[in-house]
């Protein structure tokens, strides 16, 4: 448990804690895009947990109603980026992104006569790229591999999530303190799993459980 306020930064944090309950060296970490963030990826990938998180469809260019920087094809071979009207745009500026080395691509000339400049910029289209963004690109390419993962996280833990704020009512934490939070959320736990219990084997066949 954490008082952090947004999920930003703690895949890892907890993916690892997960490894250390559970008495194994690798494991599956699936988020939503809340936990998207490249050096927790990074950071997800040294300590072997395999990370599958959606990325967010963000930027300025999508907010400008621009295209996104998914219809623009990267060809590591060559470290270019192929526009969607084909033109090759290369490395041209290199600047920093938090502790990030960020590259941006570019092809002034081609921009000059693309059709397409109207849905892509006012004047010239820049693509950024991170240095170590091939982390991100080994990711896509296991989320393209599996895309019913997210499928399953989402039957898996929206269901208790949901139960747990609406039904149960826990909207909001009664105690203060970190301490404190995670001894009324223990509690909150429990009385999830005893309902979710009931409800796959009933009474019986949880009493019997217990005293097995």
Partial sequence: ????????GLLAHTATAAMEALGVERIEAVADRGYFKIEDIEACEAAGVTAYVPKPIRGSAVREGFFGKEVFRYEPDQDVFICPTGAALSPRYRGKSRDNVKIDYANRDACKACALRSRCTRSFRRVSRLENEAILDRMAARLAARPDVLDHR?????HPFGTIKQWMGQGAFLMRRLENVRGE???TALAYNIRRAITLVGVPGLIAAARA
């Fill in 154 to 158: 989402r039957n898996s833990v929206e």
């Fill in 185 to 187: 959320f223990s509690l």
């Fill in 1 to 8: 448990m954490s008082n952090q306020v947004l999920d930003l």
